[in-house]
């Protein structure tokens, strides 16, 4: 195959995209250049998966102009929104809303029969009602409760914190003993001892945005603590869902947390072995798969709710994870946090989470590997197109290579949920083209030159124009053509140059030459090199020539009327007159640039070369001016006037050659 074949610009091309991608290569794995760009493009792909989501703004309320059809329908959020807030600002029920206001919500939710209750509004200092949301909590069996991690050393100056500390413990898992990372917190707040013993289970709800642009696409499923691992409040809803308990739960820090003994009619994707493998960082985090922004999940006011009274009959709830917190931009203390889709609030982002492990829709990122060997495709397949194509096409080329690009790695993300490296891939294709036309601009003009000034002296403007748009057609080396040889020597050129002076006769014999090269490169011939008096020239190369036979005739005949006007004008002023002998053959010859690396002609060889210079030397048998082969004849028999003159056997060739005189035009 041709795009196999390789030349010497082909490596050189190669070897540049190579390089490029050896660059990039230690740009994306030994800096942190190209980090945001990075982490702008996963941004992007979300986008693309639904751009409707990007332009809801908080401040406009909550609302769900449309079912996500990634959201699973067993996830609510029952939100302390812009409706709850004026209905309770109303009945001067003001934020941070007393506990019995929880505990009535709570018993109304717990008849409807709800899965799970996740309250994400921390209950941390002992405040009046904290025995009627027990009892409230206690009595649904089913509430979680959550509680902040802190992030530096602070004291805690809580009275009972050992005791709270001492419920929060028998929600651990131990530790891999070979886990070296440090703790990422340092205190953990619980909340108070009367509502964590009530509740079914406590977990943290800390999250961690991403410290160069604040934007949270991570939760943390574990995070390790004086020894021991934590779960995260979603672990806890999942682990709930599915009816599993901490024996059931694998821990491996930098692989998987493994969901183990799941029941196979509530795993989104079954398999024999019934177990979920959750990928995780080092760290214990969780790449999160948003669906869409604000408003993606069922959300429902936290006030129609909040009432005396029964759900006996309303299967609104029924078997459904209650997610209740803040859901509201203003009037209360709000919980909002960047996601890849802008501003949304915290409930959000457990939301997403629980949406992510539930439906197994994990995000896989390729690794350091994985994406350098992704750089090095894409550094073949551009070494292997661009130096073959011109450099409108590998715009083209480049163009549609990185839409291409754009276009699989949003496919292989949104079908496949794997995030491959983006903006260092794009820009290294940019790049790549960048230099390669540069390099190509730099030696193409290089070419440019070397043609000009090797063809401008002997060839037409014409064709140096041609060699110039397709310098391919100008092979280095020699290349086997059929072609058409011109020789032309003056008769008695020895008694002449006796009769003149050294000056005298270089003028005249320079005149004679500028006279018969201008109608050779009126030709469009191809002036190889004078020797002496001796003018060599060809039709057929380095622009190919359908009639090179009849070119080389037709200036050959013009040579003559030519020299008939100068030998008019030259014995006027007393010059001596000339006369020529000019010999024509067609045939295979060998064309190209000859010679040794230091200097190189653009000549001829071959048997049929030597087969015209003989054939000017056999005027003088003949007494003719012009002499032509059979070869030649069977071209231009058509278009010219010959005479016949004979069968001669010339050196090299095993057969006699039949000759002609060339007289004029059959015209």
Known sequence: MQLFKFKKEHVIGMALTLSVFAAFTLIYTKTTLLEGMERGGVDFRFFLRDPSEKSIKLEDGVRMSRINPRARKDIVILGIDENTIREFT????????????HARFLRYVSTGMPLAVFFDIMFLDNKPHEDALARAISGAGNVYLDYPFETEDVEVDYSDQKERTAILDNMRFPADPDDKHPDLVEEAVPPTPKLSRASRGIGFANIFPNPRDNVNRT?????????????????????????IGKNDVEIKMGKYIKLKNLPVEKMARPDQKREII????????????????????QHYPFSLFCRDGSMTGNSSIKDKIILVAAYASTGIATDEKKSPYGATFGIEHHANALNTILNQDFLYRL???????????????????????????????????????IIGSYFIFDFASVITAFATPTIMIGASFTLMVTYRVLTEQQEKKYIRQTFSKFVSKSVVDDLLKHPDKLKLGGDKKILTVLFSDIRGFTSISEKLTPEKLVEHLNEYLQSMTDIVIKYNGTLDKYVGDEIMAFWGAPI????????????????????????????KIGKPSLNIGIGLNSGDMVVGNMGSSSRMDYTLMGDNVNLGARLEG???????????????YEQVRDRFVVRELDLIRVKGKELPVKIYELIDYKS
């Open 90 to 101: 109303a009945k001067k029920i003001i934020w941070p809303y007393s506990w019995d206001v």
């Open 219 to 243: 939760v943390p499923l574990v995070l390790k603590y004086k020894g021991h691992y934590y779960p995260n409040i979603d672990l806890l809803l999942v682990m709930h869902y599915y009816g």
């Open 278 to 297: 959750i990928p995780i960082n080092s760290y214990g985090f969780m790449d999160i798969n948003f669906i869409g922004g604000p408003g993606s999940f």
């Open 367 to 405: 690794n350091e590997l994985q994406n350098i060997i992704l750089f090095l495709v894409i550094a073949l397949i551009l070494g292997l197109v661009l130096p073959r194509v011109s450099i409108i096409s590998s715009l083209v080329f480049t163009f549609l290579f990185i839409i291409l690009f």
């Open 544 to 571: 190919p020539q359908d009639d090179h036979a009849a070119l080389a005739c037709s200036a050959a005949l013009e040579m003559m009327k030519e020299l008939r006007r100068l030998n008019d004008e030259w014995i």
């Open 618 to 632: 056999t005027n003088k048998i003949y007494r003719t001016n012009i002499i032509i082969s059979e070869y030649t």
